[in-house]
């Protein structure tokens, strides 16, 4: 399967450079600014291409590397300006299925192709990519042939049904992006202690990464520790107590999962004060 990829960010580079190094074969790079695709095929040591047919033409799948919001625009054009029929067309939205490439006029196979990696440089990020996990969803045609380009690459890969993508990405975000959310808060309440804001960061860098760590390699259940893993009813009032509404609230619903957790490590326990407090 030879793999070509419209669009030059992070996600192309890094995806097409990982690929090019662990034995895949990779057309190259168009972008509407061609120096950004010239950019790409060297850090790859692929082609660039100026004339998106012809990226086309030479490739059996298409990646296209692009914003979510871009996704649609970029398809259409090719549908009217390249001979698309038969390829295999992709994206690596999270959020987005590969229904947005269904058309009854052109004969594609679509994918949505998502890797569970934060791709924060493109120059970079191809180094520690086999850690992503490869989520893919689309056409059962060349879903198989697909697969294997990723696992031959030695990536981990996983298929989910079109209907359960919003929920997946949903998931995801939980696990990356809000988890941004309550590191900060935490920062702040530790500023608001008199620490400096470099202070805070230092004094649960530890925490927050070997724990990040621990649930990676063990769980939710046998990482879990804290006052609601102990039942500490106590200690989990005088939070409540310093936090203002919006906090107390935040903090309550995130602690009702986590009470979900600690039900299933703890079988024994009773926790009907703990749900109480938390209600």
Not at 222 to 248: A, C, M, W
């Amino acid at each position: 399967m030879r793999i070509g990829f419209i669009g030059a960010g992070r996600v192309g580079f890094t995806m097409g450079k990982y690929l090019s190094i662990n034995g895949a074969d990779i057309s190259g790079y168009y972008s509407r600014n061609p120096e950004h695709a010239k950019e790409a095929a060297e850090f790859t040591d692929t082609r660039y291409y100026v004339d998106i047919n012809d990226l086309i033409k030479e490739s059996d799948a298409v990646f296209l590397t692009v914003s979510d919001t871009a996704i649609r625009t970029v398809y259409d054009s090719i549908k009217e300006s390249a001979d698309i029929h038969g390829k295999i067309i992709c994206h690596t939205s999270g959020a987005l299925s590969s229904e947005i490439f269904e058309d009854s006029t052109f004969q594609v196979y679509g994918y949505s192709v998502h890797p569970v990696y934060a791709v924060s440089d493109k120059y970079t990020s191809y180094e520690n990519f086999s850690n992503a996990f490869i989520t893919i969803e689309g056409n059962e045609r060349y879903l198989e042939e697909l697969t294997g380009v990723f696992k031959r690459a030695g990536m981990t890969v996983g298929t989910i049904d079109t209907d359960a993508k919003v929920k997946y990405h949903c998931a995801c975000a939980i696990a990356s992006n809000l988890v941004c959310g309550l590191y900060g808060m935490s920062t702040r309440l530790l500023t608001e202690c008199g620490m400096s804001e470099e202070m805070s960061k230092s004094a649960i860098r530890g925490l927050f990464v070997d724990n990040a760590l621990g649930l990676a390699e063990k769980g939710a259940v046998g990482q879990l520790t804290g006052p609601i893993d102990r039942n500490d009813v106590i200690t989990v009032g005088k939070h409540l107590e310093v936090l203002s509404d919006d906090e107390r609230e935040l903090y309550k619903k995130v602690s009702e999962e986590v009470l979900k957790v600690a039900k299933i490590k703890n079988e024994k326990s009773d926790y009907s004060q703990m749900e109480s407090i938390l209600k």
